[in-house]
């Protein structure tokens, strides 16, 4: 019984270190998608799809599901969310705190960067 405990408890504090690392690890990786045509289309539609509920249609965090949150969530368009497309993907990949879902097993990993790019895109719009 003890040896199953400790191996619960060091599963449950090794796979968040994974997650952490593999974080990083897009984090400082380039877009492998991009030039691709279709990435900001791609990221408009699967973004429209997945994320407004909370994010709001134009990334003001102003979605349906926003006023449920205990988080304030960020505005894509202001000139101060300045994460690295890296980041973006990441969070989308594998989730940030409780309330943002991890993606990896909805979305494509080229939807996932479409996303990112789609997200960093409505930064520059204003």
């Known amino acids: 019984m003890r040896k199953r405990l400790l191996g619960v408890a060091f599963l449950l504090l090794f796979f968040p270190a994974c997650s952490h690392v593999q974080k990083t690890v897009m984090a400082v990786s380039g877009n492998p998608y991009e030039g691709s045509s279709d990435l900001l289309p791609l990221g408009e539609a699967t973004y429209k799809s997945h994320c407004t ?60 960067w479409s996303v990112a790019s789609y997200i960093q895109s409505l930064r520059q719009k204003t």
């Open 53 to 112: 509920r909370c994010h709001g249609m134009t990334g003001l965090g102003d979605g349906p599901d926003s006023s449920t949150l205990t988080v304030a969530l960020p505005n894509f368009s202001d000139g101060s969310y300045d994460k690295s497309l890296g980041l973006v993907a990441g969070n989308i990949t594998y989730g940030k705190r409780e309330e943002m879902p991890a993606f990896q097993d909805q979305l494509s990993e080229k939807e996932i």
